[in-house]
């Protein structure tokens, strides 16, 4: 029975879902290796938590693990779930939580497949609409009106898996280099993982619209009658990693509360190390280039770090300047590796904060998501009693006012400077996009600030009553 069946019965019907595969007793202890997995699930009495459970909570689980005795891989998860028709709040989770499995079965059957093991079960489950709907937008990949936001729901969530391994299949990027699948695979699910989820804005969602926004800048015709495929190999996994780990909040706020990753960096370039840091340890925990000679993997991971830097927007006016001078003495010579190195690396930043240039209808979702996090990143200085940072004081700025500060001072210049480089059709959708949707913004100005001024009496009343804040621990990513 599908999801799609389920939703047909009468409103006030419930239903045990159990999907009937071959699991470990929960008599049995489960294997210290199983629960210290990284992909590892369990699932608790009260609620669905992903991770190892308590080991006295072990008596009290609803679901179980099986596993494959010969390399002691988790195969199939068994969850026992209520399932309620109903239009609550309560429903929703439950169907939220079965749309996780949904793609928690398209993990397991994939890399059985990848492993060479046959299929056994038939998995029913498999909602083969959404991935054909998937499948079709996929073929439209290279459209800047691309929603990405739609594709994460059709993958179930996994939209920076699925588009990253497309568009590598898509280059011949995997013959090429001779890259193991499940290798390549499992990479890029721990990516994925290592996007925090609950972050308004940096998350896996925004890496998959970077990734998606790059290779629309890769088919460009400057680039894609120059770039080598080592080029694009490097291109895509840097826009797939380039905000890895991000914890949510800026380098300032890091450097201001003496977090580890500060020191550790020396306040340069705190996030962007961090997050290139982090790429190279999936790519050695994983192997995925362990065939390669130890000095190509060294290049490619050393070249990796350059380009994930490059992003870092307080560095923003000397690349900017680079690439100006470039262009007015007309030296650009993409024959010559370096300076195709350095377009990838204006194209890596113009993928990043490409949101502005979006249609109004996707930009205004990542306007307000990353505003969201600027505020959330503020409450938190508050509950600290830190001095909060600039655009993050969500009673002094409106999403409105941040918006066209950032086009006017930070994108209006580098999206200038990219159309001399590449100036074709999507050179100027992009500028017409962003001049559209700051006009929009400018016409939204009276209204927000109305709102703001409505809500400003009761801001004291909600910061007492505990708006959601995060506490950034002193500690490495979250398990």
């Known amino acids: 029975m599908t999801p799609r069946d389920v939703k047909r019965r009468s409103p006030d019907c419930s239903m045990e879902v159990c999907y009937q595969l071959p699991v470990l007793p929960l008599d049995r202890p489960v294997p210290k290796h199983v629960l210290s997995r990284r992909g590892a699930i369990s699932f608790s009495s009260s609620s669905s938590l992903f991770g190892a459970p308590d080991p006295r909570q072990l008596s009290q689980r609803r679901g ?16 026992l779930a209520r399932l309620s028709c109903g239009s609550s709040p309560a429903d929703s989770g439950t169907e939220k939580r079965v749309h996780r499995l949904l793609s928690f079965q398209r993990y397991l059957h994939s890399s059985r497949l990848l492993r060479g093991i046959p299929q056994q079960i038939p998995l029913h489950i498999l909602d083969e609409d959404y991935s054909g709907q998937a499948r079709c937008m996929l073929e439209k990949v290279g459209n800047w009106n691309f929603d990405i936001f739609l594709f994460d729901k059709l993958t179930n969530g996994n939209s920076l898996i699925t588009l990253t391994l497309h568009l590598l299949n898509q280059y011949g990027l995997v013959d ?9 695979w499992r990479f890029l699910v721990l990516v994925q993982e290592d996007y925090h989820n609950d972050n308004p804005y940096h998350n896996s969602v925004h890496a998959a619209d970077v990734t998606q926004a790059m290779y629309c800048y890769l088919q460009e015709p400057m680039l894609s009658k120059s770039l080598t495929s080592y080029d694009i190999l490097l291109g895509l996994l840097a826009a797939a990693t380039h905000d890895l780990d991000h914890p949510g909040v800026n380098q300032p706020f890091l450097i201001k509360t ?11 370039s705190v996030l962007e190390n961090h997050h290139w840091k982090s790429a190279v340890g999936l790519l050695r925990e994983t192997g995925l280039f362990s065939h390669l000679p130890p000095e190509d993997s060294m290049n490619m991971e050393r070249e990796l770090g350059s380009l994930i830097l490059a992003t870092d927007i307080s560095r923003q006016n000397d690349y900017l300047s680079r690439f100006r001078t470039h262009l007015d003495q007309e030296s650009l010579c993409l024959s010559n590796a370096s300076h195709r190195h350095f377009v990838l690396q204006m194209a890596l930043k113009c993928a990043d904060i490409c949101n502005p240039c979006r249609p109004w209808e996707l930009s205004k979702q990542w306007s307000e998501k990353v505003t969201e996090e600027f505020f959330e990143q503020g409450d938190i200085e508050k509950k600290h009693k830190l001095q909060v940072s600039p655009l993050c004081d969500r009673e002094t700025n409106t999403v409105g006012n941040i918006q066209i500060g950032f086009m006017t001072y930070v994108a209006e210049p580098l ?19 962003m001049g559209l949707n700051k006009a929009s913004w400018g016409g939204l100005q009276p209204e927000q600030t109305a709102v703001s001024e409505e809500t400003e009496p009761s801001a004291a009343g909600a910061d007492a009553g505990g708006s959601r804040s995060k506490e950034i621990p002193q500690g490495s990513r979250e398990s």
């Open 415 to 433: 999206f200038g400077e990219w159309a001399r480089f590449s100036d074709t059709r999507l050179s100027q959708t992009m500028l017409g996009h």
């Open 176 to 184: 090429l280099f001779q890259l193991d699948m499940v290798k390549l």
């Open 258 to 268: 003496d977090h580890y990753l500060a020191t550790l960096y020396r306040n340069t």
């Open 64 to 79: 179980a693990i099986s596993y494959d005795s010969s390399d002691q891989t988790a195969l199939y998860i068994r969850m």
